[in-house]
Every structure is written in C-alpha cells, then in structure tokens.
C-alpha cells in the first residue's frame, strides 16, 4: 500500500513558476515508477510527466517537455514536478500516482494522491 499526498500548488501568473511536490509513504517507494498527470473540469485526466524507480528515464507530454521537469528522491519519498514558463492552459488539478512502470496510461497507475490544484492567470 502506498499513500500520495501532493502538496505545492497554487495561483501564478503566466509566465511564472511553481514546484509541486508528491509525498509518498511507506517503504517500496524506491521500487514505484511515479507520474504526474492533470485534469481540467470536464476533461479527462491528462499526462504530464514520468519518472523510473531510479531516477534514471523520464517521460514528458509534448505540451510540458522543456517547461517542466519531473524528478524525485528516493531517500524523502518524495518525487517533484518544477513547472516553469507557465501557460493559462497549464491549470488544472494535479495528481502524481504510483505503479510499477512509467506509463503515460492513467488507468495503469495502482494509487493516486487527492491532488492540489494549479490556476494559471493571464
């Protein structure tokens, strides 16, 4: 079992920065791939980013690649996601979630954290 707690948002104008941080408890975490997904009001639940158990591959939706960078520290069970250059499209609900594999498929992700919210404004 693994509990996600996110934490980190917030309102920001365009342009500028926030870093959403995930914290994870229990003591497998080093074994999760994490990712960082989002969800608008009725839309689906979008791909952000993803990282490997080590560190080592990362994974990134074409709309965030060079904005935003996912990275995490096994020794805090922590994983992050520094979102840069923001963008009014960038508001959403943020959840980061826990599986075996870094996948871009929300479905495949074993747990989930409650989410923090992002408001861009223009």
């Known amino acids: 079992q693994v509990q996600l707690v996110e934490s980190g948002g917030g309102l920001v104008q365009a342009g500028g920065s926030l870093r959403l941080s995930c914290a994870a408890s229990?003591?497998?975490?080093?074994?999760?791939?994490m990712g960082w997904f989002r969800q608008a009001p009725g839309k689906e639940r979008e791909f952000v980013a993803a990282?490997?158990?080590?560190?080592?591959?990362?994974y990134y939706a074409h709309s965030v690649k060079g904005r935003f960078t996912i990275s995490r520290d096994n020794a805090k069970n922590t994983v992050y996601l520094q979102m840069n250059s923001l963008k009014p499209e960038d508001t959403a609900g943020y959840y980061c979630?826990?599986?075996?594999?870094?996948?871009?498929?929300?479905?495949?992700?074993?747990?989930w954290g409650q989410g923090t919210q992002v408001t861009v404004s223009s």
């Open positions: 990282i490997g158990w080590s560190g080592g591959s990362t």
């Open positions: 229990g003591r497998t975490f080093s074994s999760y791939a």
């Open positions: 979630g826990a599986d075996h594999r870094p996948t871009v498929v929300a479905n495949e992700y074993d747990y």
